[in-house]
């Protein structure tokens, strides 16, 4: 069975640091990953999505950035944290045979 | 673009009884996917359902059961016998398939309370 791992799953950061959250899936091969971000008491805001190594789309123009080193990887950076980047950021592996989206733990992103 | 409309913020029940949650989209697409995903504290986003555009048939999971409107673009997810562990945030959410990404499309949610 497949299985999608996210760590930290909390991170508090200054203002000002750095930033790479990261997010692995088991148990399939070649899917489709996304990031999102969800502020309190809000819906889920794309941010980016991968249908392949190195194959990086970009929904919303930020500080954020997204890599995917390898097939069942994907990174979520920043050089610079600001206060408004502070959320939950949730990774989504999909099945390009089932199209449904399944979602990872979840990271709780704290900028102070 | 489509949208996505969770016209209840709030919603609560009485433990065992049955609650409908209401989702209606707007999309000019003949193909594709619904769904709703479950949101408890933990805030691990779960699939309860999923529905294809093209089966007439209402998807069921258990406890859980869909009534899907295409005519109307409604989507709505009927939950029986209310157990405590429901209470949690419910999203609808849209997908057409073979876009690039095959994006979702959420709606704002609902916010469902089981009582004891």
């Known amino acids: 069975s497949q299985t999608i791992h996210q760590w930290p799953a909390t991170l508090v950061q200054p203002v000002g640091s750095p930033l790479s959250l990261e997010c692995t899936v088991e148990?399939?091969?070649?899917?489709?990953l996304y990031w999102y971000r969800q502020a309190a008491g809000r819906g889920l805001q794309l941010l980016f999505y991968?249908?392949?190594?190195?194959?990086i789309s970009s929904e919303v123009p930020q500080n954020l950035s997204a890599s995917r080193p390898q097939d069942r990887q994907f990174i979520l950076s920043s050089k610079k944290l600001l206060l408004s980047d502070s959320g939950f950021y949730l990774c989504?592996?999909?099945?390009?045979?089932?199209?449904?989206?399944?979602f990872g733990p979840g990271t709780r992103l704290t900028v102070l | 673009a489509q949208t996505v409309t969770q016209s209840q913020p709030e919603m609560s029940v009485q433990e065992a009884e049955t609650v409908t949650l209401s989702c209606t989209y707007d999309?000019?697409?003949?193909?594709?996917?619904l769904f709703w995903y479950k949101q408890p504290p933990s805030r691990q986003m779960i699939l309860v359902i999923r529905?294809?555009?093209?089966?007439?048939q209402n998807a069921t999971e258990n406890r859980f059961s869909v009534n899907f409107q295409k005519a109307a673009k409604s989507f709505s997810l009927k939950i029986s016998d209310s157990q405590l562990g429901d209470t949690a945030m419910y999203f609808c959410?849209?997908?057409?398939?073979?876009?690039?990404?095959?994006?979702?499309?959420f709606g704002g949610g609902t916010r469902l309370m089981v009582k004891p």
């Open positions: 989504a592996w999909m099945s390009k045979s089932t199209d449904t989206q399944y």
């Open positions: 148990g399939t091969s070649n899917p489709n």
């Open positions: 991968s249908v392949g190594i190195g194959q």
């Open positions: 999309t000019s697409e003949s193909n594709y996917y």
């Open positions: 529905q294809e555009a093209y089966k007439q």
């Open positions: 959410a849209f997908m057409k398939p073979f876009n690039a990404g095959n994006m979702l499309t």
